[in-house]
């Protein structure tokens, strides 16, 4: 416990808050879905401020981060494309080619789920690896590397990949990347450097809680707008929440392959399967909304519901290959 902070201080107790609230993460998803399905016109309204909740998520996760974290991980560059082949060429190629399989006449679906692997890694991922005792230098690199890209990366991997089926305003897209990703993890890593780690200690503890439960509002904001959709006798639900399921494993699989095949320790190879597993479907949500049509961001919904899931049983796993690494 840092000196002066007593414990039962207002700090302690948000840090405690913060630590219960990291127990339900998986029941977040679920409890924002069904208050944006059961009360749509309530959180309809909210979809305005989406953009604004989204920043201040990304601005809590960025004051994790630091750019001398970013030069120690990157003096080898091999991590580096390892991961991006699997997450900016294998996976949303993958992801395209099975879903135009199965979503024959259904764009919207291929749309939605191609935005899913087209939208960077989840800050959220660095948690998890900590918890499975990764490297988190490198997921650290990894994260603050794909975030400063997006702007490129996802509008230039969508209108290669779905070209003329949708008409995307790509410009408009990266402006919005640029405002909820890029610009907040840049405020975010210069006060944590520029204070030494000072100001991200007495914001985050009341800060993160906050935003952790924000997660409610914004999925509860994006169900809403996609509730007309959500009928439990309707074939399409149950399909996307298959295909997501099986790409989010993909994803993990995927992540942890690469590691392997790439001769990384299995540290490294936890960030590999953390990363590429987890991708940040708060931003497909966001855009979803902004740029596609209302189908399009259902799968965005259904991915982040099951991804969180999917990471604590992976995690699980690897957390057993850390402690026994001959099993």
Known sequence: MP?????????????????????GMPLLPFIGFVLGFLLPRLFIGVNNLVPWIFGIMTLSGAMNLRFRELGRAASSPRPFLYFFLTTRIFMPLAVFLLTSLVFKNDPDSISGLVLIYAVPMAVTSFIWVTICKGDIALILAFILLDTLLAP???????????????????????????????????IGVILNESSRGKIPAVINPWL?????????????????YVAPQIRLDNPRLWIISAACILFNILGFTSGRIMGILGKFDMQ?????????????????????????????????VMGVMTQHIIAGIMGRFLMKKTENPSA
């Open 208 to 224: 993160s809680p906050v935003t952790k439960l924000s997660i409610i509002l914004l999925i509860a904001a994006n169900a809403a």
């Open 268 to 300: 490294k190879q936890i960030a590999f399967s953390m990363g590429a597993g987890l991708r940040n479907n708060s931003v497909a949500m966001v855009l979803g909304i902004q740029f596609f049509a209302p189908p399009a961001a259902l799968p965005a």
């Open 3 to 23: 000196e002066g902070r007593k414990q039962g201080s207002p700090p302690e107790i948000a840090n405690s808050v913060s630590k219960i609230i990291d127990q």
């Open 152 to 186: 490129l990366a996802v509008p230039g991997t969508i209108r290669l990949l779905l070209g003329t089926r949708i008409s995307l305003d790509v410009t408009g897209m990266a402006l919005s990347l640029v405002f909820i990703i890029v610009i907040p993890t840049i």
